[in-house]
């Protein structure tokens, strides 16, 4: 096997063990299963949420589903919780005057799809989260609490076990979270790609 066509396949299979879960976590650290709850405070109206719960998997074989959520100040609504270890849920803010222009619950969920619906911000959590290794058991529960929406997204603070506020300095995607699957399958196919070319080239 030529060099760059070796090279090729270790990128390849990289690439799919991170997207198996087979890169361990940070040392001290562990994955651990995280479930949400969201609580509404008590000077944020105006809104209709939704949920998008989007399955786990390799790019093209995720699903998103929708759905409404009721959120009030005293009791914590229970966010859904997707199949597979890199799923994610998106509570998503939607304006009522935008709400009010979809007759059904399912038109909005289709443009909110579609990203055709003005004003909207969201934020995302994920099926799979990094705590330290003294926290006891592989599964938390976390409450984020709506304190504010501004044209720069929904505030929330964040409480529960192994809960950690992050630093600015550091990047919310950790290695095995979606995002960086996405990059890290992207780079190997990139550098399979660039190498098949130059082995074409060198023939």
Same mark, same amino acid.
């Given at each position: 096997?030529?060099?760059?066509?070796?090279?090729?396949?270790?990128?390849?299979?990289?690439?799919?063990?991170?997207?198996?879960?087979?890169?361990?976590?940070?040392?001290?650290?562990?994955?651990?299963?995280?479930?949400?709850?969201?609580?509404?405070?008590?000077?944020?109206?105006?809104?209709?949420?939704?949920?998008?719960?989007? =399955?786990?998997?390799?790019?093209?074989?995720?699903?998103?589903?929708?759905?409404?959520?009721?959120?009030?100040?005293?009791?914590?609504?229970?966010?859904?919780?997707?199949?597979?270890?890199?799923?994610?849920? $998106?509570?998503?803010?939607?304006?009522?005057?935008?709400?009010?222009?979809?007759? =059904?619950?399912?038109?909005?969920?289709?443009?909110?799809?579609?990203?055709?619906?003005?004003?909207?911000?969201?934020?995302?959590?994920?099926?799979?989260?990094?705590?330290?290794?003294?926290?006891?058991?592989?599964?938390?529960?976390? =409450?984020? $609490?709506?304190?504010?929406?501004?044209?720069?997204?929904?505030?929330? =603070?964040?409480?529960?076990?192994?809960?950690?506020?992050?630093?600015?300095?550091?990047?919310?995607?950790?290695?095995?979270?979606?995002?960086?699957?996405?990059?890290?399958?992207?780079?190997?196919?990139?550098? $399979?790609?660039?190498?098949?070319?130059?082995?074409?080239?060198?023939?």
């Amino acid at each position: 096997m030529r060099p760059f066509a070796a090279l090729a396949v270790v990128a390849i299979v990289a690439g799919f063990a991170a997207a198996d879960g087979l890169v361990p976590p940070p040392k001290g650290k562990k994955f651990v299963s995280a479930s949400y709850e969201v609580l509404l405070g008590k000077d944020v109206k105006g809104y209709v949420f939704v949920t998008a719960a989007t =399955t786990g998997g390799r790019p093209g074989s995720q699903r998103t589903t929708y759905g409404k959520v009721e959120l009030d100040e005293k009791k914590a609504a229970a966010m859904p919780s997707p199949s597979g270890r890199f799923g994610t849920t $998106t509570l998503i803010a939607v304006p009522e005057d935008a709400a009010k222009e979809y007759k =059904t619950d399912q038109e909005l969920f289709d443009a909110l799809k579609d990203k055709k619906v003005k004003g909207v911000q969201s934020v995302r959590m994920l099926k799979q989260e990094t705590v330290d290794e003294k926290v006891k058991g592989d599964k938390v529960t976390w =409450t984020h $609490t709506v304190t504010g929406i501004d044209d720069k997204g929904i505030k929330t =603070t964040v409480s529960g076990d192994g809960y950690e506020e992050p630093k600015k300095e550091e990047k919310k995607l950790a290695l095995a979270e979606p995002g960086y699957l996405v990059g890290g399958l992207a780079a190997a196919l990139a550098v $399979t790609f660039g190498g098949l070319w130059l082995v074409r080239r060198r023939k």
